[in-house]
């Protein structure tokens, strides 16, 4: 049974942790993937990191709706649903030098949205719910949903990308709207 976990809204200093990467994915990480994604589908969010419901350990999910326009270049990884990943100590190996403003919204800053520059397309090395090495190109908005994950597990939040004055505008907001 999967169980929908709470999640943190900023400024909780729990956001704040750099996680550590995952030994060994065994029946616990596994358990820890499904619950965050039954919490993320819970919660409408497209992604979610471990660090999000206070377990600072190097983990997320995905499920952005894929780009199929453009060929995604998925060499492995791919599982009965290709939109939803489950991805472990995930390392960005190469980012596209094109930047692209999207508009980022989190889970943890409940309602608020802002635009934040990265770049357009990345390429991640992780392990996958199987333990299994696999390597993603990521393509615009899952290419900026990876990058906003994985800022999440360094304790990075993306009105990091803000002005000081429009980052405490945002957090004010984000706690009248507080679940
Ligand atoms: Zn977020």
Same mark, same amino acid.
Request: aromatic share 4%; hydrophobic share 40%; charged share 20%.
């Given at each position: 049974?999967?169980?929908?976990?709470?999640?943190?809204?900023? *400024?909780?200093?729990?956001?704040?942790?750099?996680?550590?990467?995952?030994?060994?994915?065994?029946?616990?990480?596994?358990?820890?993937?499904?619950?965050?994604?039954?919490?993320?589908?819970?919660?409408?969010?497209?992604?979610?990191?471990?660090?999000?419901?206070?377990?600072?350990?190097?983990?997320?999910?995905?499920?952005? *709706?894929?780009?199929?326009?453009?060929?995604?270049?998925?060499?492995?990884?791919?599982?009965?649903? *290709?939109?939803?990943?489950?991805?472990?100590?995930?390392?960005?190996?190469?980012?596209?030098?094109?930047?692209?403003?999207?508009?980022?919204?989190?889970?943890?800053?409940?309602?608020?949205?802002? *635009?934040?520059?990265?770049?357009?397309?990345?390429?991640?090395?992780?392990?996958?719910?199987?333990?299994?090495?696999?390597?993603?190109?990521?393509?615009?908005?899952?290419?900026?949903?990876?990058?906003?994950?994985?800022?999440?597990?360094?304790?990075?939040?993306?009105?990091?990308?803000?002005?000081?004055?429009?980052?405490?505008?945002?957090?004010?907001?984000?706690?009248?709207?507080?679940?």
């Amino acid at each position: 049974m999967m169980t929908v976990l709470p999640i943190l809204v900023a *400024p909780n200093p729990l956001l704040r942790k750099k996680a550590l990467p995952v030994q060994e994915v065994d029946s616990q990480i596994q358990r820890l993937l499904e619950d965050l994604e039954e919490t993320m589908i819970a919660e409408d969010g497209i992604g979610l990191a471990a660090t999000q419901v206070g377990i600072p350990k190097r983990i997320l999910v995905m499920n952005v *709706p894929a780009n199929v326009t453009v060929n995604g270049e998925q060499i492995e990884g791919m599982n009965s649903n *290709p939109d939803l990943y489950h991805i472990i100590n995930p390392e960005i190996v190469w980012a596209s030098d094109t930047l692209v403003a999207c508009n980022e919204g989190c889970l943890s800053v409940p309602g608020q949205y802002a *635009p934040v520059i990265r770049p357009d397309s990345v390429r991640v090395r992780y392990l996958n719910k199987a333990g299994k090495f696999c390597e993603t190109t990521f393509l615009n908005l899952q290419a900026a949903c990876v990058q906003h994950e994985i800022d999440h597990l360094d304790g990075k939040l993306f009105i990091d990308y803000l002005s000081a004055l429009k980052r405490d505008m945002l957090i004010r907001k984000a706690q009248k709207v507080r679940r």
